[in-house]
C-alpha cells in the first residue's frame, strides 16, 4: 500500500507562489497532481515520469507550474508561480502502477488526502 502525505498548501495573494510536496512510501510510481475546486470535477494539473524525464501539464499552469522529483528523498513537487484566483481549489497527489504519465485520474492508483491552495484577488 502506498502512502502519499501533501504539504504546502496555503492562502496566498494573485500573483504569487507556492511549493507543494508529496511525500510518498513504498516504490517510485508515476506522480501527478489533481485539484479539485468547489462544485467541480477533479482536474489534471501536472505529472511526472519515474525517473523525472518526461512531464505534462493542463494548458490552463503551462508556463506557471513545475513539476520535479527528487527520488532519493522520494517526493515530488509543485512550484506554482503567478497564481491566479481560479488556482483555487484541493490539491491531490496521486500515483500510478504505469510506465506513461497519464492525465486521467482513472489511471492514478493511490491518492493522497489533499492540501487546501486558496488565491486571493
Known amino acids: 500500500q502506498v502512502q502519499l502525505v501533501e504539504s504546502g498548501g496555503g492562502l496566498v495573494q494573485a500573483g504569487g507562489s507556492l511549493r507543494l510536496s508529496c511525500a510518498a512510501s513504498?516504490?517510485?510510481?508515476?506522480t501527478g497532481w489533481f485539484r479539485q475546486a468547489p462544485g467541480k470535477e477533479r482536474e489534471f494539473v501536472a505529472g511526472?515520469?519515474?525517473?523525472?524525464?518526461?512531464?505534462a501539464y493542463a494548458d490552463s499552469v503551462k508556463g506557471r507550474f513545475i513539476i520535479s522529483r527528487d527520488n532519493a528523498k522520494n517526493t515530488v513537487y509543485l512550484q506554482m508561480d503567478k497564481l491566479k484566483p481560479e488556482d483555487t481549489a484541493v490539491y491531490y497527489c496521486?500515483?500510478?502502477?504505469?510506465?506513461?504519465?497519464?492525465?486521467?485520474?482513472?489511471?492514478?492508483?493511490?491518492w493522497g488526502q489533499g492540501t487546501q491552495v486558496t488565491v486571493s484577488s
Open positions: 513504498g516504490r517510485t510510481y508515476v
Open positions: 496521486a500515483a500510478a502502477n504505469t510506465m506513461l504519465v497519464y492525465t486521467i485520474k482513472g489511471q492514478y492508483d493511490y
Open positions: 511526472i515520469s519515474r525517473s523525472g524525464g518526461s512531464t
